[in-house]
């Protein structure tokens, strides 16, 4: 029967942080983790994951790459495998966030192939969506999103290995969110496409984060939301108290 979604609080470094920073980062969410009421997880840019790792050893805080290619190894200049992240200690591995859309021109199919190879490797994914502003202003957010998830999710994706993130381009270090309101027709409405494509069971179970501008004076009202389970955090994830206190908001 019904297990309770456990609420994921994800910090995505993106670009930021040398070694030294990025070490003195992760021992402080290391350090502040104990008693939180939520799952943790922290994903640095690749070359840190074996600092940051090493300072969220024994802390319970999972480690997660930023991107994956969709193969396991070969002639592919600056990409790293899925199987390279799990052997660097990564549980998880971002994909499809809308800067790699956007900057890289992924697509929906490539989104989906990177998604398999992760899963073949054992991570967990946090595929990500989310509609621009042009696109939202044109009432189209709901059929994005609804294209981005039939689109980018392996049909085999269970709520085990599979997690979404909506995260609107617009909000996105802009400090702007939607409404709590409309963050929560959002995600009744994600819930309601994974129901059509993988089945009520994995729709009700699967953890649907939110994502842009969230930070702690807003944490609360969005965390609090019946079909949000957690938050994929950007530039507050870079200060260790307000990633906490993000986390904080998740009971
Ligand atoms: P901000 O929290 O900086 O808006 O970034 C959100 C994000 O893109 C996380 O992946």
Known sequence: MATKRVMLVAGNWKMNGLAAEGHALAQAVAAGAEGVGCELLVCPPAV?????????????????????????????????????LADAGSRFVIVGHSERRADHGESDALVRAKALAAHRAGLTTVICVGETEV????????????????????????????????????????????????????????????????????????????????????????MALEDVDGALVGGASLVAADFLAIAGCCA
């Open 48 to 84: 840190l994951l074996s600092t940051a790792g090493a300072a969220l050893s024994g802390s319970g805080v999972a480690l997660g790459g930023q991107d994956c290619h969709p193969e396991e190894s070969g002639a592919h200049t600056g990409d790293l495998s899925a199987e390279m």
């Open 135 to 222: 696109e939202r202003d044109a009432g189209r957010a709901d059929a994005v999103v609804a294209g981005q998830i039939k689109g980018s999710l392996p049909e085999k994706a269970t709520a085990a290995d599979t997690v979404i993130a909506y995260e609107p381009v617009w909000a996105i270090g802009t400090g702007r969110t939607p409404t709590p309101d409309e963050v929560q027709a959002m995600h009744r409405h994600m819930r309601a496409i994974v129901s059509g494509s993988h089945g009520a069971e994995i729709a009700r179970q699967i953890r649907l984060l939110y994502g842009g501008s969230v930070k702690p004076g807003n944490a609360s009202e969005l």
